[in-house]
């Protein structure tokens, strides 16, 4: 938040940041301040959920977290997709399969990442597991907003629109509207999706193992989904799969 709330002190100086979020930047770190210095239950409790509560704030807030002029650099995922793929599976997957049931199942668990990011967390909570799952999830966001910052993609769905070939629904229908009106550009590499719950999964693995499968299978079917319907760039998810691994393999550190 720290960074974020410097780049767009930055922007503001040049005319294109946000006062109002300056504002609620300043809130946060404030409340990140007394919630380690206080010895209360509220401040104690407002700090272990703190990152939780401001995730939605900061991925909101990332047009203001790109430097002003930064160029997309779609065209560079897209040619690493070619290498690694020899095609480009955001394009050509949901035409080779065009299944419409396929496609909801897939859909649907692009959908559950919300509850990916919220459920593992509340079911350990006052557990040692909750600490070391929401660092996990934490490292994965800085990690990945940091790269949004200096490295922004668009990813397909901007680029290139649908994919030719993907079968329609409601739930199709429903996760495009969420879309709409809650993700914003340059946030493709890498996957924050893939990133948040592979970290989430192995985290539930190693303190909730039924509950932990139960993520890690939505997390499967999320992944493939996520490049199914034209979100996500192949090596977006490659990108974002290390980045939850390695920060699942820090977080055995962290700690009430």
Same mark, same amino acid.
């Given at each position: 938040? /720290? !960074?974020?709330?410097?780049?767009?002190?930055?922007?503001?100086?040049?005319?294109? *940041?946000?006062?109002?979020?300056?504002?609620?930047? $300043?809130?946060? #770190?404030?409340?990140?301040?007394?919630?380690?210095?206080?010895?209360?239950?509220?401040?104690?409790?407002?700090?272990?959920?703190?990152?939780?509560?401001?995730?939605?704030?900061?991925?909101?807030?990332?047009?203001?977290?790109?430097?002003?002029?930064?160029?997309?650099?779609?065209?560079?995922?897209?040619?690493?997709?070619?290498?690694?793929?020899?095609?480009?599976? /955001?394009?050509?997957?949901?035409?080779?399969?065009? %299944?419409?049931? #396929?496609?909801?199942? $897939? &859909?649907?668990?692009?959908?559950?990442?919300?509850?990916?990011? =919220?459920?593992?967390? /509340?079911?350990?909570?006052?557990?040692?597991? =909750? =600490?070391?799952?929401?660092?996990?999830?934490?490292?994965?966001?800085?990690?990945?907003?940091?790269?949004?910052?200096?490295?922004?993609?668009?990813?397909?769905?901007?680029?290139?629109?649908?994919?030719?070939?993907?079968?329609?629904?409601?739930?199709?229908?429903?996760?495009?509207?969420?879309?709409? &009106?809650?993700?914003?550009?340059?946030?493709?590499?890498? %996957?924050? &999706?893939?990133?948040?719950? #592979?970290?989430?999964?192995?985290?539930? #693995?190693?303190?909730?193992?039924? !509950?932990?499968?139960?993520?890690?299978?939505?997390?499967?079917?999320?992944?493939?989904?996520?490049? =199914?319907?034209?979100? &996500?760039? *192949?090596?977006?998810?490659?990108?974002?799969?290390?980045?939850?691994?390695?920060?699942?393999?820090?977080?055995?550190?962290?700690?009430?």
């Amino acid at each position: 938040m /720290a !960074l974020v709330a410097c780049v767009n002190l930055w922007r503001l100086m040049i005319g294109t *940041g946000s006062v109002v979020l300056l504002v609620a930047q $300043l809130i946060v #770190l404030a409340a990140t301040v007394l919630s380690l210095r206080s010895r209360t239950r509220f401040w104690a409790v407002t700090g272990d959920w703190l990152p939780l509560i401001v995730l939605p704030l900061l991925y909101w807030e990332l047009p203001w977290a790109t430097f002003a002029g930064a160029r997309m650099h779609d065209s560079v995922v897209q040619g690493w997709d070619l290498a690694l793929f020899g095609t480009e599976p /955001a394009r050509t997957w949901a035409g080779s399969l065009p %299944s419409r049931p #396929l496609s909801e199942v $897939l &859909h649907l668990a692009y959908i559950l990442y919300y509850a990916i990011i =919220y459920v593992p967390p /509340a079911v350990l909570y006052s557990r040692r597991g =909750y =600490y070391e799952t929401v660092f996990a999830m934490t490292v994965t966001v800085v990690v990945s907003f940091a790269a949004f910052s200096v490295f922004p993609v668009e990813g397909p769905r901007f680029a290139w629109g649908p994919p030719p070939g993907v079968p329609s629904g409601p739930i199709r229908t429903f996760t495009l509207l969420i879309l709409e &009106h809650g993700s914003a550009r340059g946030t493709a590499f890498p %996957s924050s &999706h893939v990133a948040i719950a #592979l970290a989430q999964s192995l985290s539930t #693995l190693r303190w909730k193992r039924p !509950l932990g499968w139960s993520v890690l299978g939505t997390t499967v079917l999320l992944t493939v989904g996520a490049v =199914y319907g034209g979100f &996500h760039y *192949g090596t977006d998810i490659l990108a974002g799969a290390v980045v939850g691994a390695a920060a699942w393999g820090v977080s055995g550190k962290a700690g009430p």
